[in-house]
């Protein structure tokens, strides 16, 4: 196991030396998944241990994001679909996803990085007190602008861009404007000051654990121009390396942004 070790440690050694001459994303997004999946083939109680589970893979991500200086981090903790499924496993993913925000906006090095964490998402459909909660821990953390963390939660693509354009609709109402007149002014900027993430750049890299490979809905708008990385790891398995490796992915495409 110490030879294995080893072998592991120069290997990302290796890795790190070949990302220190390219530039690193400033924004990735992760879907998180795969826990399910992690807690079932280990044999483990319910569903529940394996979201712990990757509930504290969340703070060592944070460390390598901060600790490699990238400065902006979205992580997909629940979907609006599982939010609609009223059952235990969902009531006990959102006590994890509370406990855990919860506990970041507390740590000590969340103030010595200035680490903000936002909550975003259809946050009307999550029970008053996780709402409560999550705005609260969003709260003690607002006046930082070093690092930067938001948290999905009750989030689908589809929902942001419907609330976005409701959203808009009802401003422009509100001033007075005509539908036709709305109609023929509408522009993808317009669009995108009205989402759910309103403030933070578009995601350059787009990671997904557990070897799935598809978005789900993930930041459709704002991943127009995003690379994509897809790694087979559940969450709470991924390592690292497994990061490194996604980031010299990054490095080795052309980025072209529609052009």
């Not at 995003?226 to 087979?232: M, N, P, V, Y």
């Given at each position: 196991m110490a030879a294995v070790d080893l072998v592991y440690r120069l290997y990302e050694r290796r890795l790190e030396r070949e990302l220190a001459d390219q530039p690193l994303p400033r924004h990735v997004g992760v879907i998180l998944d795969g826990n399910r999946r992690y807690a079932r083939e280990r044999g483990l109680p319910d569903a529940t241990h394996g979201h712990r589970a990757g509930a504290e893979r969340i703070p060592v991500f944070l460390d390598w994001c901060w600790q490699l200086g990238i400065p902006y981090v979205t992580l997909w903790l629940l979907s609006t679909e599982n939010l609609a499924r009223d059952d235990e496993e969902v009531s006990g993913l959102l006590d994890i996803i509370v406990d855990t925000v919860e506990k970041i906006a507390e740590h000590p090095t969340t103030v010595q990085r200035q680490l903000r964490v936002t909550a975003v998402g259809a946050l009307d459909l999550l029970p008053e007190p996780v709402r409560h909660q999550l705005k609260q821990a969003c709260e003690a953390t607002a006046t930082h602008t070093g690092f930067h963390l938001q948290v999905a939660v009750g989030y689908g693509g589809r929902q942001e861009i419907t609330d976005a354009l409701r959203s808009l609709l009802l401003e422009k109402a509100?001033?007075?404007?005509?539908?036709?007149?709305?109609?023929?002014?509408?522009?993808?900027?317009?669009?995108?000051?009205?989402?759910?993430?309103?403030?933070?750049?578009?995601?350059?890299?787009?990671?997904?654990?557990?070897?799935?490979?598809?978005?789900?809905?993930?930041?459709?708008?704002?991943?127009?121009?995003?690379?994509?990385?897809?790694?087979?790891?559940?969450?709470?398995?991924?390592?690292?390396?497994?990061?490194?490796?996604?980031?010299?992915?990054?490095?080795?495409?052309v980025r072209r942004f529609g052009r």
């Open positions: 509100d001033e007075g404007w005509e539908l036709a007149d709305v109609a023929a002014s509408l522009d993808p900027e317009e669009i995108g000051d009205h989402l759910y993430t309103t403030g933070f750049p578009d995601p350059d890299l787009i990671i997904r654990t557990s070897g799935e490979v598809r978005l789900s809905g993930f930041l459709l708008w704002q991943s127009a121009h995003s690379e994509f990385h897809f790694a087979d790891p559940y969450w709470p398995e991924f390592r690292r390396i497994d990061f490194l490796r996604a980031l010299r992915d990054y490095q080795r495409r």
